[in-house]
C-alpha cells in the first residue's frame, strides 16, 4: 500500500520515567516533548514507526548530521514555535521551515520532515508535493494518530501517481498539544466552551468538539509515558472527555504492551492523578481582575505562545488630542526556562514585579559602572574584544555575557513592564481586584462599594461587565439589586467611545451570565462576614512607571488584608479544591464517600466500572488538573502556588467555599508535590466573553 503495512508500533520514542517517585527529576511536560520533537527531526524512529516504505534505517548519527527541510501545518508550527528557536533546527540539521500550504519550490537531493495534523486537506496536499516532485524523500510525522480512512487515501494516492517511494516513514508522533512552561500546556483549540456550550449546537458538533479535545489530552498523557487514574465530576463535558480519553489509554496500551512498558524500571512509586473539569465548574475565575504579573500581562496585552505584543506608545497633538503611532508593535518572548526574572516574579503581585525590576537593573548597571571605571572600556566592546579570555582581566571578561544577557532580559522587562502599567492606570484595574477577590473567596459583596465602581464614567464598559457578572455569579444578588445595578452601569458607560459590535458582545455575555443565574440559582449558605467597603488606590496625578507602581502596591495590599480578613489565608480555587480532593488520602469512610460522591473514577488498566474497594485511596503527588471549555493563567498559577505550599486548606475555609464540611488537611508543602496545569485553550478575560456572547 506503499505506506507500509500500517499496523507498526506507534509511540513517543524513549519516553523515560516522567513521573519519579520521591527524590526523582522534576515533572517537565515541556522538556518531554522537546525532545520528542528533536528526535523526530533527527529522523529517529518514536519508538516504532508504521514501517519504513523503502530502505531501512539510517546507520546511526548519520539522520542527525543530514540537512533537511520542515514542512508544518499551521497547528504543528504552534506546536514547535514555543519549544525551539531557529538556532536550534539548524542544530537539529533543519535549513528551511516552511507551511504546508505556503508556495515551495523544488529541493533536490535534500529529505523532508512533514510535521501536521492527520487531516484529509493535508494529506491532499503532501499528495500535490509528490506529484510536483518538490523532495526526494519525506518523513511524515502526524500530531496524532492517522486513521484507517486516511491510511488508505495516502496509500492509493501515492501509488496512481506513482510516488510510493517518495516516503521514507510514517509516524504517530502523539504532540498534539503546545507545551508553554514545564507544568503548563494547552490544546490551542479556538472557542472550545462556546462550540459545546452554545444553545442550537448539534450533537455532532459537539461529538467533534470531545474527540478533538480527547486526541490532545491522550498525546499528552502519551509523552509523559504513565498510565494515570481519571476522575472527573459526572455528567457533562468532562464525563464525556473522560471516558473517551480512559478509553483511547487502554487501547494504546493493549494494542502495543511496550507503549508505556518504558516507565516499568523506574522509580515509579505510584501512577499519576488526572482529573478533567468542565468549565462550567467555575466560569468566575477567567473573568476576575488580577493583581500578579503573569496575568496582568495576558489580561491586557496581547500575549499567546509565550509572546507578548507591546503596543507602541501614542503621542498628543498641540490641541492635546491622541495621535496613534506608526511605530509597529514590538514583540518580546517571556519564557520562564531562559529568562530568571520571568521565571520568578511571573506569580509576583505587579508591583513587587516592578520593585524587583528596578533593583535588579539598579544593580546590572552598577556592575557595568564599575567595568568601565576598571577598563574605560564599554562592556559590550570589551566582552567583543576579549571573547577569547587571553587578557589579564579574564575573570571580568568571563563575567561579561551573563551580565549582558541578564541586562538584555531586564530590558525587555522594562517595555513589558510598562506597558501593563499603562494600561492598569488608564483602566483603574487595580480598584477592581479587591472587590472581585472578595467575592470569589467570600462570596460576598457590599452592594454599595459594587455600585460605586459600576457607576464610575471614568471606568471602561468591559471592566464593569466582567465586575458585575462576577458578582452576579458569586453574591446571587436579588432580582431588585441586580437591575439597579444593571441600570447605573449602563447609564454611566452611555456617552463611553466604543465600538457597537463590541457594546453589545459585552452585553450579550451579561445576558448568558444572567441566564445562568437563573437556571441555577441557590440561596445563600448562610451568613457571610461582612466585609468594609474599599474602592482601591486612585491614579490620579501619579508620575512615572514608579511612583504608580507605588500607588498600586498599596491598593492591592490594602485590598490582600482585607480578603485575609474575610478567608484567612487559604484563598484557593474552585478548580483547585477539586484536584486536592481528587488526590488526597481516603481512608475513611467519610472520606471515601465525599471522594466518590463528586468524582467518578475512571482505570485505563481496567476494562468497566471499577468497585470502589479495588479504587486507589492513597495520596497522589502527582497529577494532571485539564479544563475543558478553556483555562486561564491565574487557575495556572494558584495550583501551582498550592502545589508548593503557598496555599493551605482549611477545614473551615474548605467549608466556606465548598458550602460543606470537608475534611482538614492539605498535602499543600509536601516538596514532593508537583502538578501539572492543562486546558483546552488560554482565555484572557475579553476572550471569554466574546465565547459566552456566543451561547447567549
Known amino acids: ?172 508522533q502523539y504532540l498534539g498539544f503546545v507545551s508553554l512552561e514545564p507544568r503548563l500546556f494547552t490544546l490551542n483549540m479556538r472557542d472550545s466552551f462556546a462550540r459545546y456550550s452554545q444553545p442550537r449546537v448539534d450533537n455532532a458538533t459537539v461529538e467533534g468538539c470531545m474527540d478533538e479535545v480527547c486526541r490532545g489530552l491522550t498525546s499528552m498523557v502519551a509523552t509523559l509515558g504513565a498510565v494515570p487514574v481519571i476522575r472527573c465530576p459526572p455528567g457533562g463535558p468532562a464525563e464525556m472527555v473522560a471516558r473517551k480519553v480512559c478509553d483511547a489509554l487502554r487501547d494504546l496500551a493493549e494494542q502495543q504492551n511496550s507503549f508505556f512498558s518504558s516507565n516499568s524500571r523506574g522509580a515509579l512509586e505510584q501512577r499519576p492523578m488526572l482529573l478533567i473539569l468542565d468549565r462550567s465548574v467555575d466560569l468566575t475565575t477567567p473573568l476576575v481582575h488580577t493583581s500578579c504579573y503573569q496575568t496582568l500581562v495576558d489580561d491586557l496585552l496581547e500575549f499567546g505562545l509565550n509572546r507578548v505584543k507591546i503596543p507602541p506608545s501614542a503621542t498628543t497633538d498641540g490641541q492635546g488630542n491622541v495621535v496613534p503611532s506608526s511605530e509597529p508593535a514590538k514583540v518580546v518572548t517571556l519564557d520562564k526556562e531562559s529568562d530568571s526574572f520571568w521565571a520568578e516574579h511571573a506569580g509576583s503581585m505587579i508591583p513587587v514585579a516592578v520593585e524587583a525590576h528596578q533593583k535588579e537593573l539598579q544593580a546590572v548597571e552598577e556592575q557595568e559602572n564599575a567595568i568601565k571605571r576598571h577598563t574605560g572600556q564599554d562592556p559590550a566592546s570589551l566582552a567583543a574584544q576579549n571573547a577569547g579570555g587571553t587578557t589579564a582581566l579574564l575573570s571580568t571578561v568571563q563575567s561579561l555575557p551573563a551580565l549582558l544577557e541578564k541586562k538584555r532580559f531586564l530590558e525587555r522587562h522594562l517595555s513589558v513592564l510598562k506597558a501593563t502599567m499603562a494600561i492598569i492606570k488608564a483602566r483603574q484595574v487595580h480598584r477592581f481586584v479587591e472587590p472581585e477577590e472578595g467575592m470569589v473567596f467570600s462570596k460576598y459583596a457590599e452592594k454599595q462599594a459594587v455600585k460605586d465602581l459600576v457607576s464610575d464614567a471614568a471606568c471602561k464598559l468591559e471592566d464593569k461587565v466582567r465586575l458585575f457578572s462576577v458578582y452576579l455569579l458569586t453574591c446571587n444578588p436579588s432580582q431588585q439589586d441586580s437591575d439597579e445595578l444593571e441600570n447605573a452601569m449602563m447609564s454611566s458607560s452611555a456617552g463611553e467611545a466604543i465600538d457597537e459590535a463590541d457594546r453589545e458582545g459585552l452585553l450579550k455575555s451579561l445576558r448568558y451570565v444572567k441566564k445562568i443565574l437563573s437556571l441555577s440559582r441557590f440561596g445563600k449558605g448562610g451568613a457571610a462576614p461582612e466585609s468594609p467597603a474599599h474602592r482601591g488606590g486612585a491614579a490620579g496625578g501619579a508620575g512615572g512607571l514608579w511612583d504608580f507602581a507605588s500607588l498600586t502596591r498599596t491598593a492591592i495590599q490594602n485590598a490582600s488584608r482585607q480578603v485575609k480578613s474575610i478567608v484567612g489565608e487559604a484563598r484557593v480555587l474552585t478548580s483547585v479544591r477539586m484536584m486536592h480532593l481528587a488526590c488526597k488520602e481516603a481512608t475513611s469512610e467519610a472520606q471515601v464517600a465525599e471522594q466518590d460522591g463528586q468524582l467518578m473514577y475512571l482505570d485505563p488498566k481496567v476494562r468497566g466500572e471499577v468497585a470502589p474497594a479495588a479504587r486507589i485511596r492513597s495520596a497522589f503527588s502527582r497529577g494532571v488538573l485539564f479544563v475543558v471549555g478553556g483555562g486561564c493563567f491565574a487557575e495556572h498559577q494558584n495550583l501551582q502556588d498550592f502545589a508548593a505550599g503557598r496555599l493551605a486548606l482549611s477545614g473551615a475555609s474548605a467549608a466556606l467555599r465548598l458550602g460543606q464540611e470537608t475534611a482538614s488537611g492539605s498535602m499543600a508543602g509536601n516538596k514532593d508535590t508537583q502538578f501539572i496545569y492543562g486546558c483546552s485553550e488560554l482565555v484572557n478575560a475579553r476572550q471569554f466573553m466574546r465565547q459566552l456572547a456566543q451561547c447567549e
Not at 523515560?16 to 520521591?22: E, I, N, P
Not at 528526535?39 to 546507520?59: I, S
Not at 540539521?93 to 486537506?121: C, K, N
Request: net charge negative; glycine share 12%; charged share 20%.
Open 1 to 172: 500500500d506503499g505506506d507500509g503495512d500500517g499496523g507498526g508500533g506507534v509511540g513517543v520514542g524513549g519516553v523515560a520515567a516522567a513521573w519519579g517517585g520521591a527524590g526523582a527529576m522534576q515533572v517537565n511536560v515541556r522538556a518531554r516533548q522537546l525532545a520528542a520533537v528533536e528526535r523526530m527531526l533527527r529522523l529517529d524512529a518514536p519508538g516504532g514507526g508504521r514501517g519504513p516504505a523503502r530502505g531501512g534505517a539510517e546507520p546511526a548519527g548519520l539522520a542527525q548530521q543530514q540537512w533537511k527541510v520542515l514542512v508544518y501545518d499551521a497547528f504543528c508550527r504552534d506546536v514547535i514555535s514555543p519549544l525551539i528557536t531557529v538556532g536550534r533546527l539548524r542544530e537539529n540539521g533543519v535549513t528551511l521551515h516552511m507551511l504546508i500550504d505556503a508556495p515551495r519550490e523544488s529541493i533536490p537531493d535534500v529529505p523532508a520532515v512533514y510535521f501536521m495534523q492527520p487531516t484529509q486537506e493535508n494529506v491532499r496536499r503532501f499528495v500535490q508535493d509528490c506529484q510536483k516532485q518538490l523532495y526526494d524523500s519525506a518523513y511524515l510525522n502526524f500530531s496524532a494518530p492517522l486513521s484507517r480512512e486516511l491510511m488508505d487515501l495516502l496509500a492509493r494516492s501515492l501509488v496512481e501517481i506513482n510516488a510510493v517511494n517518495v516516503v521514507a516513514k510514517v509516524f504517530d
